[in-house]
């Protein structure tokens, strides 16, 4: 794969690979605002769009409606810490899908009622789940020794019986650390038979990486089936969970299959190689609640004479609730990062660029790949525009040899300078802080959430409490 000996390739050489159009973002790049508030934060900021959010989870609801399957959305909260979704699913009659303490509290502190709350994750903490089990949350049962603690140590006082799911260890996965096997499923099936009122066994789940959809409509029709068997034993099993995995589309199919056939060990900083199996899929054909639709779509065996049906009919047919735990797609477009140009110097053949923030900021970069939609320049004006190529990496203020925010050499439509903004679109899905620190003793970027009142965009702070 590698081309070496190209070190300083012809500018027109460095391959484009900017994000899809998106006009809610671009008139916030050309309102004049992110100069002001750059400005004001003295450092880099993320701003969040939660009018996209809720137009995202309209869409899934749609998918559903479709479809007439009786669905419910779960936003999966790790994919961003701010409060501003949260206070959206408030709203909206959205659930959350937490993993952590922290998560819950955020959660039902934001007003999301406990039964809209799926608790997830492995061997999950005596406290997390008294919690709970207090709040009638769902917990999806990752292991028969944390079923136990559920059975045998429910809280006094909880309103109602643990309610559960059971989770598979997806056969397609084997390797897996999540989940249980189907022999140990069996085993739990049987306890919960046992333990009669002493728990709500509501149904099983799945959460498969990846994005393929065939694993999941193959998936789903399994847990089905259990769900069938499980009621036969006068368990509840009426819902099944296929977990997140919706993909977001962030590139032009074009540009994407263009930027990975062209891209070469010259076309980064120090000729560093990535491997483009640790590359996002940035461009996917199938995304957002279009992957959902997909999914409904696929067709399964029933294992009776009626033929194949979609995984719809199933659902409907056997009166099976659909709980999904997207996290990414419901971010698209909902939010970039803002940081500010300190200094620009020259290299063979291109510029470094060095950023008032750190990689730490966009989390991509931690995970031996790269963040690939590129970023973009703003200066005092909007958007720079210009048909020149000045190729320019993007280093962060920290001193780690490793801090680069970009390690490509992005092709900007005119020299960057000091003062001029860097955009990276659509990170509110993982990029923004899941890996941030204050390191270096820099303070942590704030999120700047921009409302539309009546038409009007006003900022505000997120009301997100110190970590
Ligand atoms: C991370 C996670 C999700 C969300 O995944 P996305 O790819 O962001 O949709 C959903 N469910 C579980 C159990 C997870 O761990």
């Not at 909880?158 to 189907?182: D, N």
Request: hydrophobic share 40%; with cysteine; charged share 20%.
């Amino acid at each position: 794969m590698a081309v070496t000996g190209d070190r300083t390739p012809a500018p027109s050489a460095v391959p484009f690979l900017p994000a899809l159009p998106d006009p809610g973002t671009d008139a916030v790049l050309d309102s004049g605002l992110l100069p002001e508030l750059s400005h004001a934060f003295g450092g880099p900021f993320h701003f969040l769009l939660p009018d996209r959010f809720d137009a995202n989870v309209a869409a899934f609801r749609t998918a559903l409606a479709e479809t007439g399957v009786d669905g419910r959305i779960h936003y999966a909260k790790k994919a961003n810490k701010a409060a501003v979704w949260i206070e959206r699913c408030a709203a909206t009659g959205t659930g959350v899908d937490v993993a952590s303490l922290g998560e819950l509290r955020e959660a039902l502190g934001n007003g999301v009622r406990g039964e809209r709350v799926v608790v997830t994750g492995p061997a999950k903490s005596d406290q997390l789940l008294r919690v709970a089990v207090l709040q009638a949350c769902l917990i999806a049962v990752d292991s028969l020794d944390e079923l136990d603690r559920l059975l045998h140590h429910a809280p006094p006082g909880a309103p109602r019986a643990p309610r559960i799911l059971l989770r598979l260890l997806p056969p397609q996965q084997p390797g897996s650390r999540f989940g249980m096997t189907g022999a140990e499923l069996d085993t739990a099936l049987a306890r919960c038979v046992a333990a009669g009122d002493a728990v709500r066994m509501e149904g099983f789940s799945f959460h498969l990486s990846g994005y393929a959809i065939p694993p999941r409509v193959e998936l789903a029709a399994a847990l089905l089936d259990r769900c069938l068997a499980a009621r036969t034993m006068g368990l509840q099993a009426d819902r099944i969970s296929i977990g997140g995995g919706f993909a977001v589309d962030y590139c032009a199919p074009a540009d994407w299959y263009a930027f990975l056939t062209a891209q070469r060990p010259g076309h980064y900083h120090a000729d560093r190689t990535f491997d483009p199996a640790d590359f996002y899929p940035y461009h996917s054909p199938v995304a957002g609640a279009d992957a959902l639709r997909a999914v409904l779509a696929g067709t399964t065996a029933t294992g009776t004479d009626s033929g194949p049906r979609t995984l719809a009919d199933r659902l409907r047919d056997t009166g099976t609730l659909l709980l999904l735990e997207p996290g990414r797609a419901l971010l698209d477009g909902a939010g970039a990062s803002v940081f500010r140009i300190q200094g620009v110097k020259d290299r063979a053949g291109y510029a470094i660029v060095t950023v008032d923030g750190t990689s730490l900021s966009l989390s991509e970069q931690w995970f031996n790949s790269e963040f690939l939609p590129q970023p973009v320049l703003v200066g005092a004006d909007g958007r720079a525009s210009g048909d020149a190529a000045h190729p320019a990496c993007v280093g962060g203020v920290s001193c780690l040899e490793s801090d680069l925010l970009t390690w490509r050499k992005v092709p900007f439509p005119r020299r960057p300078q000091p003062g001029d903004l860097l955009v990276y679109p659509n990170t509110a899905g993982y990029q923004m802080d899941s890996n941030e620190s204050p390191f270096h003793e820099l303070p942590l970027p704030p999120k700047v959430v921009l409302d539309r009142t009546d038409g009007r965009p006003r900022w505000r702070l997120d009301r997100r409490p110190a970590p």
